[in-house]
């Protein structure tokens, strides 16, 4: 039971972020699939940090809208990082992100990874990042289409 | 005579106001599955981004969406798609009045 504890906290190791606009935001975890995960590798792309749950009726909602954006906005730096909070198990996790074809990073995330960012509890949560690599905003509750055109398409090349 | 004048002129304004003046009402919606409180802010968040939508208040307890709106500008059937499109089902009326 520990080694399978210790094997998801592992799995999902923030090193260092920050809330603050004016520093760059950092985050390396590994993705279900375990490969590293770097914010830092996607400077000059537009990230979206979707805090989900496969148990969160809106969440799932929204999970189509955030394939089809990374699908169109992908070319025009947009890129999609999904993280799921509060913990859940991988094998779940793996088998819904296989089920919805969901085309961009999903990886495990605790209270401590949401907390580098914030301390809001709304389901989903999305952290927008700038091509400079800094949060420039925090989206509480399900993604509506205006907010992407008002908040994010702008960000975008 | 002057009756007549004065009931026409009532009812011409009474006819032209009913197209002026919004009525708002308030509708009780049951929403189905809404029994997480972080989640249940989409369903808050995407009712009052709506047009025509004036007040929203959700019930945890009742898991129900209590809307005020202005039925010139939404429908209650729009109110339904709205929520369903957070990822719950909004399932039957269980009231409406007009304020």
Redesign the interface.
Known sequence: MIRIIAAVLVLFVPVIASAQDSRPAQLTFKDIQGRYIRLSDYRGKVVLINFWAT????????IPDLIRLQREYGSRGLQVIGVTYPPQKLAEVRRFVRKAKMNYPVGLGTKQTKLLFTPS????LTIVISTDGTIRDII???L?P?EFQQKIKPLLK | MKSRSLIAAFLMIAFTSIGVFAVTKKSTIRVDGMKCSKCSGSVEKALKATPGVEKVEISLDRKEAVVEYDDAKVTEAKLREVINGTGFKAVEEKSGSQQ
């Open positions: 148990w969160c009726p809106p969440c799932r909602a929204e509890e709304s389901l989903p509480e509750g399900i509506l205006e």
